[in-house]
Structure formats: C-alpha cells, structure tokens
C-alpha cells in the first residue's frame, strides 16, 4: 500500500504523519489517538466529526487528510488549556447541555468557530449552526442556551481584560 | 419538600461531564487493541430464502482474513436477543447463524480479517446460493392462510403459533366492555396507523471482543443490558457465565435500540475462533436496517362515553408486526395495553393484540415501549369526544384520569409476558401537569378561537393557520416484581467513596443521579462518590437500563447501601466523639451531634480512623426491587402552524408538565424530557424507515431518513412536578420515556384545531395535510 | 458505504496550476477524479477511482464584482458565497441564500459551487439561482477554455456537459436594471434542514408603467436537472403586472415541470408546489422591488 507524508499542525503541534493516500482525515486523527473525533454516519451528515481545518469547522470523514497538509487542526483535545476547560465547555457543563457526550465534541466546536467570527449570535443562528450537529439525546435546547450564554460570558470577559487594560494593569 | 436535602434536587454537574467535554477517550471504539481484527457481518439480500449453499474458502484463501463463520461453524442456539431478565419472554427464535434468513439485512455469515476493507472484500467473495422464498411484507396479510410460514424450524420454542407467523398473542379483559358500550351515549370507534422508527443514537451499535490472559472472553460493548448479555453470550457460545466479562464504557445513545444483545455474539465467537481481537462496529447504513426499530401497529380502538364525558368502555384491537424475529414482541404490545388504557378509569377495559413476523427489520425496545403507539390512539379519540361533546379537552380528562389512591387492574392481568401485579397509584401529579401545562402555553386564550381555529396571521388571505392541542400519558418505573439491581459502596482513606453499580448509564446521566443519591444518603458532596458502573467482574448485578428503572430501582439499591455504610460510618464515630450513634448524623461531608453540644469530626478523619485504628474496611452492599411501578404523569401541549398551500406543519411550542415524582437533578430530567419531545416529533412529522416491495430499506441514511434537527425544534418548556413517591428514593420516579408518548397527538390534536382535518396514520405529511384539506373542501384530486 | 475505495487510492495529487492538473487527470486515465470540497467524493465511494486531484490550490476561489459581470470561481466555498459581500448585493442576495440552505455550516464550510455544479443534482439550490441569473460556466480543459450557458451545462441527472474539462469559473452577466427589480428564492424541504424537494429562484423587471420587461423562473427538484419555465417566463414578459397574469403564468410553470415521484415526495406535490412556490417567490420579487401586487 502506497504512503504519503502529511505535515500540518493539530491542537497547535506539528505534525509529520505517514498516511495512506486515500485516507480520511477522521480515520486519521482518530489512528493518532485523538479519539474525541467520533464516527457518525461517514457521510459528512450528522457532524459527530466535526474538527476545526484553519478556523473553519468542517466534517472530517469527507475530507480527505492529504487535504489537510499545512493546515492548523483543532480538535476537542485542544480547547482546555490543562484544567482550565474553554468557556464553550463550561458552558455545556453548566447549561445540562451534555447527555450522552457523542454529538458534544462535534458541537462544541462548531460553536467556537461561530463564536470567533461572530461573537454576539442570534439564537437563529445558533440553531443554524447546531443544524450541522445532529443530535438524539438532548432536543437541542440546552446546546443551544450554552452557546448563547457562552457568548454572554465572552462578553463578559472582554469588557474585564478592556477594563484591566485601561486601568494599566500589568498582567497581560 | 424537604428543605434539608442538600444533594437532591440539585443541579449538579455531570459526573461525567469534564470527560464528556473534552473527548477524553471513554467510548467503546476509543481503545487501541494491538492486533485487533475488522468484523464484518454479510447481510442477506434477500427477505426471505434458504441458504442451498454456502461456500467461504475464496474468502478464507484472502490473506488478511482470519476467520469466516456460517451456520455450519457455529452452536445452534435458540434464543432471543432481547435484554431482558431470564427467563426472558420473548420467543427463543433467533440464532447465531442459520441456513435460512428472514429479512434483507439478516445475517448469513462474518467475518473477521485484519482490516476493514480486507474484511469487506472477504464478504464480497463468500459465495451463496438462496433458494428466494415469497416473503410476507405485509403485516395485514402475514396470518392469512397459505402464507409463507416465516419461523418453520422446529427448535424454536415461545413464539405463539409460529404456522400463523403468529410470534405473540394478548387478550386481556376488565369488565365487559359489551356492556359499557350498551351504556354508552357516545362511541368513537377509529382505526390508527404508526410507522417503523429508527433509534439513531449517534453512535452506532459497535462490539470488541478479546480473551484476556485468563483465557477469559472480555467484551467491551455499547449496550444498555451487560448482565443479559453475559447470559447470553455464554449460553449461545456455549461457554459458563463466569467465562465472560462485560464492560459498558460510555455509551452513544440508546433508546431501548441498545436494550438488545445484538452484536456481543457474533463478536465473541469471532474472537473464539481468531483467538484475537475483534471489533464489530455498525455503519450508519447498517445501524438503520440491521439494528432494531419502533413496532409498527395498526390499533383500532372503539371508546364509549356517556354524555356527560365519562367513560364507559375503552376497547383496543391491535395488530403489531416484530419484523423477522421477536425481541420483546409480547411485552412492547402488552405496554401498549397496560400503559395506556388504565390512564383513565374506565370500568370496563379490553385489549386484544395479535404480533406478527413478517419479513422485516426486527422492532425491539424503543423508548416509550409500545406507548407511543398506543397513546396517539387513544389521546386523538379522546379529543375527538371531547369536540363531539362540547368539552374542553382537559375537562374530560380531568373527569376520568386516575388518581391517587386508585389500582390499575389492567396491569395486573398484563404484566411482562405473564400475569402482573395490580398497580396501586401512590403519587399522581397529573391534575397539577395538567393546569401549569395549560397556562404555560396559554390554552385558554388560544383555543378560544373555536374548533377549526381559524386565525389568520398578519395579512388577510394568509394560508397558514395555528391551533393548539394537548395529550396526557403516563408510564412506569421499572417492572414491577422483575427488575432489580444492587450497589456496592466502599470507603477510601481520605473520605471517599466507591460506588459500584451494575446500573447502565447510557448518556442518561444515571451515573450522576446515582452519586448524588449516595452522597445525600452519606451526607457527603457528590465529588466524594467516584462511581464504577457497568462492568460484570466489578459491578453487582442490574438489569440494565430500560423500563425507567435506573433512578428507582438502582437508585433504591444505592439508597439502602449507602444507609448500611451511614450506619457503620456512625458507629465508627460514636466511639471517637464518644456519643451514642443515634445522637449523630452525617452532614457536609462530616459527622455532627444532633443536640447543641456541637460535636464533630470530619468524615475523612472517621475513614482514616476506621482503616487504621480499627482496622476496619466500611463498605457494604444492597440489593433492591419493588413490587409495583409508579407511573410518572406527563400532560403535553403543542401549538402548531399549518400551511395549508405547502401542507408544511410547524411545530411552534411545545409545553412538556410532567409529574416524576422528585427530580434528583432537574437539570438532567429536563434535558431527558426534551430529547424525549424531539424523537416523538420526528415520529409524528417526519421519521419513517421505508421499505421498498422486496423488503429493502430505501432510506438508510440520514439524508432520506429525517430526524429533527436544531432547527426544527419548537420553543421547548418543561415544568417538572413533584409528588414525592413512597415507593422511590427521596420520592423519585422517573422520567427517561414518558414525555415520548404525548406530543404526537398533541401535535395532531393541535392539527385538527388549526384546520379541522384528523390525521390517524404517521408520520403526518405535508402531502397528506394537503390532500386532506382537499378532502374536506371537497375539491378533486389533482 | 464501502471502505474499499479509500484503500484502493495510489495518489493523491495537488497540483497549483490548471495545466499541471490537467496532465495529472490525463496520466490518471479514467481513474482519476477530482476533489475540492469533498463532500461528494468522499460520500460517494466509487470503488474505480485510483487517483485523486486535489484543485483547491489553483487559485479558483474569488469573488470579483465587475461592471459587466460577477466572476465566481468554481473553488468558491458556499460559506464563502454566503458570507460575501458581492453576493449579499447580488440580486437582492439570492445567491448567497442559495449557498446558506444548501447544507450544514461543515458541509457549507468545504463544498465549492464548482463541486455542486459538477455533481448536478437536479435539486441543486445554487444551480436553480444562477439558472435564473443567466449565469455561464466556464471550463477549461487542455485545449483551452470556454463559455458555456449553464442551461445547456446539465444534460440529466448528475449528467453535465463537462467531459474531461474542469469547472474554473462562473459567470453572473450585469442583470436588469431600472424599474421595479426584485429577486427571490424559495425553498421547500421534508424539514428544516434538507435537498430540496422543491425549488423556486425567480427575477422580475417592471417598469415605471407597470409593464413586465423581464422575468426569470428557475426551479430545482421538479426534472432531471435545475429548469427554467420560459413559457410562464414569456406569459408575464410584456404585460402588465396584474394579479390574473401572474396567476396564468404560475399555472404555465406547473404545467411546464417534469417531477418525478420518489422517496422524498411525489410528482402530484411537486408539480402543484411549483406553483406554490412560483407564486411566492413572484410577489417577493414584487415586493422587494417595490411594485407588490
């Protein structure tokens, strides 16, 4: 069987992994042990496989990994910084927005790639986003007050750095 | 309520939660096995033929493959697959591999090779000779004479009459209903149709297997029933019970789908013969036909009342198929019976329910067990009465549902596959469900607008048209006298505790209500119970998750074991606070005096004191059953938009009020609530698993086999209701299938508000809707 | 799905220029297929393909609003269509709706409008807008490129005009301009999130007078590929716009589609939503260009 090297960043490190050309990039991240990278449906239909590709949430069981070479992958494994989880996360957490867990990896960063771009969603858009992610256990509403209340406590956050800043704080 | 709990009733975060978030790997599939082997299962195309002649040896001569079972290569076994207790009440008609199959998708023969497409190309090489035989599809015909008899083989044992394709019978009596409808001033006799339904947990049945260094066969399974499927595994592989392993990891989701041993077979006995590795895990594809599904019935029921709304005589007539084999085919059908005509109190009650096989994808558990069916029957009857009677519709269920104090005969005469115990309703929250629903989506204000709710939106000549109905259901908790489970609890140094429980927390959140129930029982913080669930070597014994048994039935387990391990924590600590055992209590994580001298000490120090001062290891066990069900009450209340140009329905709000009794962790029983609103919308407007005339599902995807996304979803409100049940710890019933059987006629009835037009069969379509208005305007059909 | 496909890829090329794609796809030799998004390729697992030419380096993802046309590159992503400005403007921003109810935000995030054309499916939402955008597709292929009109680009369903030759861009010509002009695009699906079922995009000029100068009625989901219906587009084309002339070319579309029944739905509904949607879609194009009936 035929190879092929693939460089390209996953939760902010380098990668060089050898791959089949025909490989997909779920089969892969999942091979290398990032295991919160779930196998739905192999259709590209329910989302389960969502990963961040350069910003970008996209469904990596149809994408081809060759396809992913000098690109920046972010999966769930890369959003807490060692305990700390991400407000996405917390949020989950905090909001029951959690059930089975299956759909959660899926769904936690397709909303960091919204929340990125824009920061202050409508809930139609939330559920437009969520659209992307199917899921069984929870009808959706939980997810969907997480992310609204995740982008509240961006806000949050923001306006605190904003106001540290200006009253000439030292830390970063 | 009692205000002193600390734990229950609480929204506690997930026990599990942090792993869950960060994908920590704790799913079956996220093992790396050295040397494990690709299963794959060959489907039959066919619905119905014998195997004339089968031959491997291409397949086996593939390098890469291991191993290529058929039915010659394996034990001949009758049994069922269903996860239930033993002796299960199924029919015994399925085997492991047969010479014969009995729906497009049944298994003809595995195997096991050292990739996926090795294994794939080893299926396409297994040669087979099917002699076709004509395959009853058709449920209405499945029993006519001359019809081909789909379980011929004589070693099947259960099914009713297998020469009828006959695999279950019911009929059940309270009363005679003859009479009460010669009492009657009003009968509605009606017939219903439901479809096949898909589970579609987002992870797809999936299996490991290996032999441990014991010699042990280990199975690593998504399932909801370990302790049934160690039964059977080792009966069908014919090695003992204590020879198998089983471990649940978290699961994807299963909705009764899980409640199956389905794949653990075929796996181990690909591991018996490799001496390897293997895993078996469904596509998608494979998920929606080969998996299990909702029993598709045709109910005829016939309910009389007098003119003042109450209710005579209530009669159902049910004809159900279990597909190819019959997974709780007796007991989903007797559900529909028993959960659902007892919910009002009728005096004279008769089911009568006749299950086929037909060639088809097999129906098994499915939340809601036969409910849903028989509550879209019965609750679109009763709006009709209530529109013939010019009562409210919650009037006239305010006049005869059951209450408190009352016993539900009907449960007694069908209890799982055998006479039952009569149920006694200890806690009815119903009356409650019904007004705070009610006023929760407004009832009063947008019913008003008459029967066919006419109400225009925005401009003139607006084709859309918004009505309101309502639905009540109830269920049970746990089986009563059948399931069981227990709990072991031991405590660590530092003031910890081991919780292992058998129970199946299959993304439900068990795990998380069963720690708060031993961390209350303890006095303790959640984050002190470490829970260990689900593994057949570590875990006592449960039956699983199914029936909503886990918070009542496990939880009564976890309760009791935690009261034996309070009371050696006690004993402990009356000897170091010196004050007798009945003076103290477990609180905040320490043990404290009762009375004003404030005496305390930590429950830390009590363990570290206990496991080297006394030598002393506190853990204790329990076992725990009941001997009746509690149902939970749900009332359910959906506003809809038609279009009556697209025929397009919207569901817009849906209220979910439902009585369980004592929400351990509201948070999570509302969450379950709201799943449970999602799947029963996709059974009324859009879930269907088609079939094409040669028995081959068409719409194995999820492309063509539509279930509500986040933006099909209505605006959702769930008010909980608590009732305190005696009969559950700290008054708790459950909530896990409930809220599934109500917002179908809900939905319906809300139709029927709008635009005056009744939908008996489901999934409603728009196409339906519009050929019904038509109908009713009397226009030709175009 | 099958596996297999994937095991039996020897290559996977990315070439960064057109003729170096070419030469790839001619070595490949009937066995090689293109692949941008993904989305088809990978879903659809076509057990013959050996080689796999990856073209989203080949510079074809742009959006450049000119005088006399809008060009499209055929690597465009429909995220990229949705969210940019160009299209937001374009025709009242029915192209972009187009790209946003085509799919999941991932699968929005990888499909490329080249890729939906190729794959013509006779529901395509994007190639139901462009038909009605007189939209051409340019191709190009080792002899050169050219120009062809997207309504003789789709012969059947998932059948194109395209060959050998490879997508590279699409054309949207200047669009009418003066009067009442509005554009829409209505869609119906089985839920919220679906292929269409049916598909309506429709343009409308009036002038100051009242009169119809121009229409568009495309539909998808209602043929074997994205349809115009001219002879209802000629019954408002000249005429004053007036509710019964309106009417009359909605029945013209109904009785000018081909549905076909399928597991999604039947032809009856189809054909009877065609006028549905037409219906609609021509009163917002009225609306939106301020001459509401």
Known sequence: ?172 | MNSERSIVGKNVRKVDGIKLVTGRPAFTDDIHIPGMLCGKILPSPHAHARIKRIDTRKAKALPGVHAVLTYKDVPRVPHTTAGQTWPEPSPYDTYLLDSKVRFVGDRVAAVAAESRAIAEEALRLIEVDYEILPAVLDMEHAMDRGAPVIHDEKDSKGIHDASRNLAAYILREIGSTEEGFRESELVIEREFRTQRQQHCPLEPHITISWLDSDNRLVIRSSTQVPYHARRQVAMILQIPVQRVHVIKPRIGGGFGGKQEMLLEDMCGALTLATRRPVKIEYTREEEFYMARSRHPQILRIKMGVKRDGTLMANEMTVLATTGAYGSHADTVQGNTGSKVLPIYRTPNMRFECHVVYTNTPVAGAFRGYGCPQGYFAQESVMDEIAHELGMDPIELRRKNMIRAGDLDQLSAELGEGKKGLPRLIRSCGLPQCLDRGAAAIDWESKRKVGPNGVRPLGERGSPLRRGVGMACSMQGSGIAGIDWASALLKMNEDGSFNLQVGASDVGTGADTVLAQIAAETLGVATDKIIVCSSDTDFTPFDVGAYASSTTIISGGAVKKAAEKVREQILSVASKMLDEPADNLTCRDNQVVTKCECRKSVTIADVALHAMYKEKLQIMDGASHFNTDSPPPFCAQFAEVEVDTETGRIRVLNLVTAVDLGLAINPMQAEGQAEGAVAQSLGYALSEEMMLDDSGRMVNPSFRDYKIFTAKDMPNITTILVETEEPLGPYGAKSIAEVPINAPAPAVANAIYHAIGVRFRKLPIRPEDVLRALREKAGLPHR | MSRLMFDHIEAFYRPSNIPEAFRLLARGAGRARIVAGGTHVAAQADRSIRFLVDITRLGLDYVQQGSKACLIGAGTTLAGLENSPAMLELADGILARAASTSGSVQRRNMATVGGDLANASPASDLATVLLALDALVVVADSRGRRKIPLSDFFSGPHRTALGRALIVEIVVPALPRGGHVGWSFQKLGRTESDISVVSVAAGLQVDLRGCCQWARIALGGVGPTPLRAQSAENRLVGQQWERDVVERACDAVAREVRPITDLRASAEYRREMSLVLARRALAECAARGGCPL
């Not at chain 1, 959660?104 to 771009?117: F, Y």
């Open chain 1, 1 to 172: 069987m035929k190879t092929m090297e693939i460089r390209l960043k996953v939760n902010g490190e380098s990668k060089q992994w050898s791959i089949a050309p025909g490989d997909l990039l779920l089969d892969v991240l999942r091979r290398e042990g990032y295991f919160g990278v779930k196998r739905g449906c192999e259709r590209g239909e329910c989302g389960a496989c969502t990963v961040l590709v350069n910003d970008k949430a996209i469904n990596s069981c149809v994408m081809f990994a060759a396809q992913a070479e000098g690109c920046e992958v972010i999966t769930i494994e890369g959003l807490a910084r060692g305990d700390e989880l991400d407000p996405v996360q917390e949020a989950f957490l905090d909001h029951g927005a959690v059930q089975c867990g299956y759909c959660t990896p899926g769904m936690i960063l397709n909303a960091k790639a919204l929340l990125t771009r824009c920061p202050h969603p409508t809930e139609e858009q939330v559920r437009d986003l969520l659209a992307g992610n199917y899921c069984r256990c929870t009808g959706y509403r939980k997810p969907v007050e997480a992310v609204l209340a995740a982008a509240q406590a961006g806000d949050r956050r923001n306006k605190a750095k904003k106001s540290t800043r200006s009253a000439g704080a030292t830390r970063p």
